[in-house]
Every structure is written in structure tokens, then in C-alpha cells.
């Protein structure tokens, strides 16, 4: 076999790891297993599975680094396992339980989104779906934890390559529970600030900020993004915003920041993806890319500089500088014209 057909046999199948892990995520598998060493029926037994199939699935577990098969017909969890705990500093659980429940059911419709122009019908969560959040306690909650998980990783790498300790306050604009905010009081000890969100997201960002110290500094405003943003800031951050939608509410978004921004002389701040201009095989522009696929199966999208650029103008802002984060991801500064 060419090692073309090697490569691509081996993509085509790699879609059983993402389930995997998810699945694992799904069954609280790690949380069970803790820093313990167990066999299947035991911890069958905690996480009310079936036991016979436990023990393949830990197998297959092992098989991708997740686990330790020890040998003796005990499991542990790996280095990589231990980050499927929740009640881990580095905590991805929350986002493989989002993708493996709200984001793969997406993928499976991708042919058609291709083929049609348009997201897929019935993509539950999508843009249009942000209001079902509200009304569905327990999918708002998946959601909510996945912002988490990614929030905590760039929000603290943000706040090392961008300097924000000259804000006394900050708008965090649909921050969900708010860990971007958190990040935000905690590098700028003497600010305070406040979350703009939809209902869903009010009572986690309450207890986030009690959980991160910093309640005392932090509120949580119910409201729309569509609408006047009334309330002030020196410093408006939109993480994962812009990306949510298409241009065309992306623009409407856009105008009301830039809106208020001007009203206060504040500064806006966008932690987003920026698309490279030409795409490489590379494990950099890959992740870029899956994030792109994902937007548009939510009729939103990843922009390239230039297509922030074009964006900011409509809010009659200005692109100022941007700073550098892990996997593509970048600080957007943008000021008033
Ligand atoms: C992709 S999440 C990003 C959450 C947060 N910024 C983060 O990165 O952790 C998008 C957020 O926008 C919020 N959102 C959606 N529509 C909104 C609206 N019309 N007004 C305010 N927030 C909205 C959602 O509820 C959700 O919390």
C-alpha cells in the first residue's frame, strides 16, 4: 500500500477517537477512576455501566493513551486521562462532553452544508439555538462548561501577552459563566466588571465568580448584544463572539460595541482565530480550519486579519495591534476611529 492510502486510512478512522474520549467524558469514567488503579466490574459498578463492555472500552482507551492497562486487569488514568476530570486545573472534560454532544451531530450533516450554502437543519445549538440555552438547563449547562475550559486556557494566556492592567473596569460581551472576566479581575487586581449575557448563563457566572474570588468585583448583566449596550467599561472583550455568526449579524454586533466603546473611550478586545491567508498542511492551520468547519455547520465563521479588519470598520473601529496566543488564537485590539 502507498503510504497516501496508509495516511488516509488512518484519517478516515481516526473519527473513532474523538467519540471515544467523549463518550468517556459523558460516562464520568475519569472522576470515577480518580488516582486509583480498578478493574472493570468495580468501576462498572460506580458509574453503572455494563461491565463486560467497560473492560473493551478500556482497553480501547488504553490503546489511545487515555488509560494504563497495568497488566494485573487494573486501570489508571494517563496523564491525558487526568484532564477528563472535572475537578481538574486543566479541565477538558466540559468541552468533550459539548463536542461529543452538540458539535459531532453537526458534522454528520457536513456534506450538505457544503452542498447547500447553509447550516444544516435542526442543528439544535447553533446561532439561532443560543435562546434554547435558556429553556434547556442541562444543555446550557454542557455549553457553559465547555466556554469554561476554553476560556481558562486563553483567557490566562491573554492577560501574559497583553497588558491589561491599565483598565479599571471590563465589559466581558456574552462572557457566559464568565472565566474570561475572572482572568481578567484577577491580572487587574483594583478593576471591576461585569458579564453581558443571556438568562442562561446568570447563575454559573454567579458561582464562577464566587469559585474564582472575585465576586466582590464581578456582576452579571442580563441583555442582548443586539441591542444599545448601555452599560460602561474601559475595556469591552468579546471572546468567541464575532465567530458565532455570520457577517451580517456580526456587523450588527459589531456597531453596538463600537457604540459604546466610543460613548466611554474605551478599548475593544477580541480574543478570536485568525485564519491564515493561505493554508498549509499543518497541525496549526488544521486546528484553525476545524474551528472554521465548525462556525460554518453554526452559520457563523473564522476570519482571516483583513476580514476582522473589514468587520471592525463597521463599529468605527480602528484594528490597533494584535497579540499572539497558542493555536492561531490572537488578542484583536481595536480603537475608535
Ligand atoms: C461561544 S460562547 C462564548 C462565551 C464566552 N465569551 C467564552 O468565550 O467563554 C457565546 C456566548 O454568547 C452568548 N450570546 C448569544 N447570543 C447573545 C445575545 N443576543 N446577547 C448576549 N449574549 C449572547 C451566549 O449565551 C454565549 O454565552
Known amino acids: 500500500m502507498s503510504d497516501a492510502a496508509a495516511d488516509l486510512r488512518a484519517m478516515i478512522a481516526a473519527y473513532w477517537k474523538p467519540h471515544a474520549i467523549c463518550a468517556a467524558a459523558r460516562l464520568g469514567l475519569a472522576d470515577a477512576l480518580g488516582d486509583a488503579s480498578l478493574d ?23 490503546s489511545i493513551g487515555i488509560v494504563l492497562d497495568k497488566g494485573d486487569g487494573t486501570f489508571a488514568l494517563t496523564e491525558m486521562g487526568q484532564r477528563l476530570r472535572a475537578d481538574h486545573a486543566e479541565s477538558l472534560r466540559g468541552m468533550a462532553r459539548h463536542v461529543g454532544t452538540q458539535l459531532s451531530p453537526s458534522f454528520a450533516q457536513l456534506t450538505e452544508c457544503v452542498a447547500k450554502g447553509r447550516p444544516p437543519e435542526g442543528i439544535a445549538y447553533g446561532t439561532q439555538g443560543f435562546d434554547d440555552l435558556n429553556d434547556d438547563a442541562k444543555a446550557a449547562a454542557i455549553f457553559n462548561q465547555a466556554m469554561v475550559d476554553s476560556s481558562r486556557r486563553f483567557a490566562a494566556e491573554a492577560v501574559q501577552a497583553y497588558d491589561v492592567t491599565g483598565f479599571a473596569s ?30 442562561h448563563a446568570e447563575e454559573g457566572a454567579k458561582a464562577l465568580f464566587a469559585r474564582q474570588g472575585v465576586a466582590d468585583r464581578a456582576r452579571f448583566v442580563g441583555g442582548s448584544f443586539f441591542d444599545p449596550i448601555t452599560h460602561a467599561a474601559d475595556c469591552y ?41 493561505t493554508v498549509q498542511e499543518r497541525g496549526d492551520h488544521a486546528i484553525a480550519m476545524y474551528g472554521d468547519m465548525t462556525m460554518m455547520l453554526w452559520n457563523g465563521r473564522e476570519r482571516t486579519k483583513a476580514q476582522f479588519e473589514q468587520l471592525l470598520a463597521e463599529g468605527d473601529l480602528v484594528l490597533t495591534r494584535t497579540a499572539a496566543l497558542s493555536d492561531n488564537h490572537y488578542v484583536i485590539e481595536a480603537l475608535s476611529n
Open 40 to 62: 472493570a466490574a468495580t468501576l462498572a459498578a460506580k458509574i453503572d455501566a455494563d461491565a463486560a463492555n467497560l473492560e473493551r472500552f478500556l482497553r480501547a482507551l488504553a
Open 170 to 199: 471590563f465589559a466581558d460581551i456574552g462572557g457566559g459563566h464568565g472565566m474570561v472576566l475572572a482572568e481578567l479581575l484577577k491580572a487587574a487586581p483594583d478593576a471591576t466588571g461585569f458579564v453581558l449575557d443571556l438568562p
Open 237 to 277: 472583550m468579546l471572546k468567541y463572539i464575532l465567530h458565532d455568526w455570520d457577517d451580517e449579524h456580526a456587523r450588527q454586533i459589531i456597531r453596538r460595541v463600537g457604540a459604546a466603546a466610543r460613548d466611554h473611550g474605551a478599548t475593544v478586545l477580541l480574543i478570536e482565530r485568525i485564519l491564515p491567508e
